[in-house]
């Protein structure tokens, strides 16, 4: 019988949905800190700035002129990675060399017109108009012959490469499925073969039982940190239902879909009492054509402070090199988010 | 027949060592940039510092105290990821939570005593002692028993997560091979099964054909920027002679390591007139006693500044959540790399 324990002695765990391990050191927080330290977002922003490009009214980069939008407002990026134009072709040399052009559309999906409402300060109500529009965004992008992915996401924070302080989201979509959804959808498809049953649905019943990396639940969804969480506090957003993708949620779940990520996001901006950085985004089935009864849909949100609003966990060296690592645990990090109010630190005092 | 070409149309690349794909978007570098701009590291930095933890006759943070040593110092990272005695042990549950334990050894490499010298600055001589460190270490710690890989790494800069700006690397040496070296064995080694020679010494000679995406050689070692490469100025460093890991370098080859490390570092810090940062790591055989025939040495470079000594690319959002995406082409970065004057800028004028 082994002596190991989760709390105390450095391991791996295993992701079901990538087939990767992590590498978890339970013990090593305690290390000095000598590096860098980032700057908190801790400023008050007006709702209105005007060399913003992305303010209703102003000028965009590109030369376009947004309108003067009163709720979401969905524009195709001026300087898209992606673009539709891309003459298909292939390149190979020796087996050596390997490309393939690749095509698609990048959107940026602007939240609110006010320019100093994250998500977590927003109404339930107008983050459920954000999801109406990502409802719908992927089913018509999802309907294209050539859009075979899509990919919905949020960079909050300059220390998540956010271009623009302007509350905001983007979407992908491309030709090709990229890795890790494909990845994801190898493991759902295979699992639910085997089992008739989706992966998340059986994990999230286990989860549910063990309790200890399950933040809270509202009617329709779960918050918990995976037992193969890699970023300090990530955090999972798992449909109760199995729904593949988003074009499935009913105008119940949607508003119910709203009020998780207001929850969500109002813990982790009181963590550490700042306007907390993440890269967040939805996984769903591909929009390829084939069924995907296998895939379930869920959010993530990967954000990277470790220890304080200025101190972050790098994911560098090793963890480039070699395996992904983590410093405490998910229980731990579960246990944190658990325990935090539940009204935004700068909504507290109304 | 394709009209798709690299220096103009989004594509991806494959990566022939992991298998993995990353997406090109040649055309994107002119978005505009409102977001967060890195303070260059420009200071001229003195040679002893009283508070460093890694200076000569200083305390560490651990409470141990550094010899007076006078060319490279390598000891057990007193905060240490990876730990010797952990107990071996497995946990699974219903097939979705399975864990395992980790044993290993984690150790710091100073380069110099002097504060001062990042490796561009040091002599070649120096440098040398370095990669001598490098290969005991690799020979030592991989002839244990309990110890089955070894990564040898340095995170540079602030901004890649350096905890300490005294010039260091590490060493994390542990029981089982991480997945990235894990993906790298498995392609190497089915390549040398079919072909009968290595998959680098092919990728060489077809790059030193085409040329356009090499850096420069020595006598024994060429760098250059991989087709597949992810960061902007992402650079490998690779053996001519197929050797499997450092232990095989000879005292000729070795020294003109040394060589090729400082001309390349050198190269990466006139590029922006820098301290340019960087994850750098050594890729080669496991040491978990096996053959490895197929495997063949090779070193990274993955430094994420894009545009500027102060814009880095960022991997974030589509990046974490989809795929790898690089702004320029692997050509393009190569061919700057290349023009570059071949003595430091700090250097120049002596
Ligand atoms: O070991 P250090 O320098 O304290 O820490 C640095 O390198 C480690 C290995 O890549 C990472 O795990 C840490 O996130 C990083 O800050
Ligand atoms: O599109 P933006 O906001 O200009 O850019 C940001 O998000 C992109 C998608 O994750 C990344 O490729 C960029 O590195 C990042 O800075």
Redesign the interface.
């Known amino acids: 019988m ?3 324990s ?1 709390s105390e ?6 992701n ?1 949905l990538t087939g ?2 992590v ?3 339970p ?2 927080t ?7 330290v980032e700057k908190p977002d801790l400023a008050q922003k007006p709702s209105y700035v005007e060399d ?2 992305l303010c209703p009214g102003n000028e965009r ?1 590109g030369g376009a002129v947004n309108p003067q939008y009163d709720s979401t407002f969905v524009f195709q990026n ?6 539709e134009d ?6 190979e ?12 559309v990048c959107k940026v999906v602007i939240f609110s017109p006010d320019h100093s409402l994250t998500l977590p300060l927003m109404e339930e109500n107008d983050i459920k108009k954000v999801v109406d529009l990502w409802q719908n965004e992927y089913n018509e992008l999802g309907a294209r012959e050539d859009i075979g ?1 899509v ?1 919905i ?3 909050k924070g ?8 302007h509350p905001h989201g ?1 979407i ?1 979509a491309q030709r ?1 499925v ?4 494909a990845r994801k959808t190898e493991n759902m498809e295979r699992y639910y073969a085997e089992n008739g049953r989706s ?1 998340l649905s ?2 999230l019943d ?1 989860e549910l039982k063990e309790k200890e990396r399950v933040i809270f639940k509202t009617d329709h969804f779960v918050a918990l940190v995976p ?1 193969w969480a890699v970023w300090p506090y990530e955090t999972m957003i798992v449909s109760k239902r199995h729904i593949r993708h988003i074009g499935e949620m009913t105008e119940e779940e949607k508003a119910d879909y709203a009020k998780i990520i207001k929850k969500m996001t109002t813990a982790f901006d009181n963590l550490f009492e700042c306007s907390f950085p993440y ?3 939805i ?1 769903q089935s591909p929009t390829d054509g084939q069924e995907h009864e296998g895939w379930h849909f869920h959010m ?1 949100f ?1 954000p990277p402070l470790l220890r304080s609003a200025s101190v972050k966990k ?5 963890e ?6 983590r ?1 405490i645990t998910a229980e731990y990090s579960a246990n944190r988010l658990r325990e935090l109010p539940t009204t935004h630190y700068k909504l507290g005092a109304q």
């Not at 002695?9 to 295993?14: A, G, L, T, V």
């Not at 305690?30 to 860098?36: A, F, I, L, V, Y």
């Not at 300059?158 to 302080?165: E, H, I, L, R």
Request: glycine share 8%.
């Open positions: 082994s002596e190991f989760f002695h450095p391991h791996k765990r295993y079901i990767e391990w590498l978890v050191s013990h090593r305690k290390r000095p800190w000598q590096g860098k913003c490009y980069a001026d300087f898209a990675a992606l673009l891309t003459p298909v072709g292939t390149f040399k020796g087996g050596l060399l390997k490309a393939q052009s690749e095509s698609g992915y990919q996401f949020e960079n300059a220390v998540m490469g956010c271009s623009n302080p983007q992908w090709n990229p890795e890790l959804p992966i059986d994990y286990l037992f890269s967040a985004g996984h993530l990967l790098f994911m560098v060296g090793y480039m090199m070699a395996n992904a690592q410093d």
